[in-house]
């Protein structure tokens, strides 16, 4: 079945250190990679996308073809990083539109 | 961001009523989503709808209709809601470009 994996629900840190989120995806074809973030009290938002290759708030994550991944990271952790983050393939669905699937979601905590 | 609302915020109901969920935007995007979330599960999409005439289901669509009044509504249903259903529910829209704009979402209880 095709699917996205974020094998972390949660992830501690402390101030200052590298964080890596992983997500594992596997769709067919080329499938559009987001990260969306949740932040205590917003909505949901985008966080980044691969085709921009953009940091957005320090934040990097490259496409890995070959493994199907698409990890999120952070050299410095600061403590408002701490969010709810969301790997999101775009991909063909069934009906052969593209739409978005969320993993379950990986929760970092970033502790002063 | 009041670009995409959703109404109401709250709603306590028993199984077996009928329930609308109602969600509005200003944004100008053609496509609408239905999402519910569920600790530990994520986000699970259960319609979309790329323009007025068009409506897809998604990942979990069993026991939820939808209707697209215009471009900027786009309601859910719950014909008979069950306790299964009490989930957070969220809307969002797009254009083509994937990038999706979320509501502060509706917090549905069944009892």
């Known amino acids: 079945a095709q699917r996205v994996t974020q094998p972390e629900k949660l992830l501690s840190v402390f101030k200052g250190a590298p964080v890596e989120l992983k997500c594992n995806y596997s769709?067919?074809?080329?499938?559009?990679l987001f990260w969306y973030v949740q932040y205590s009290r917003q909505r949901l938002q985008l966080l980044l996308r691969?085709?921009s290759r953009e940091s957005i708030k320090g934040f990097t994550a490259d496409l890995n073809k070959g493994e199907t991944s698409f990890h999120l990271k952070k050299p410095f952790a600061q403590e408002e990083d701490s969010a709810m983050y969301y790997c999101?393939?775009?991909?063909?669905?069934?009906?052969?539109?593209?739409?978005?699937?969320f993993g379950s979601g990986t929760r970092l905590q970033v502790q002063p | 961001d009041a670009d995409v609302t959703q109404t109401p915020r709250n709603r306590i109901t028993k199984t077996g009523k009928r329930i609308m969920l109602e969600c509005s935007q200003t944004?100008?995007?053609?496509?609408m989503y239905w999402y519910r979330q569920d600790p530990g599960l994520g986000l699970r999409l259960i319609y979309y709808?790329?323009?007025?005439?068009?409506?897809n289901k998604g990942e979990i669509s069993d026991g939820y209709s939808v209707s697209r009044q215009a471009q900027a509504k786009f309601s859910l249903s719950l014909e008979s809601a069950i306790p299964n259903q009490t989930a957070l529910y969220f809307c969002?829209?797009?254009?083509?470009?994937?990038?999706?704009?979320f509501g502060p979402g509706t917090r549905l209880t069944v009892l």
């Open positions: 969002a829209t797009s254009e083509q470009n994937n990038e999706q704009f």
């Open positions: 769709y067919s074809g080329s499938p559009e």
């Open positions: 691969h085709i």
């Open positions: 999101a393939p775009a991909h063909h669905m069934d009906t052969g539109r593209r739409a978005l699937t």
């Open positions: 944004k100008g995007h053609d496509r």
């Open positions: 709808s790329f323009d007025v005439k068009d409506i």
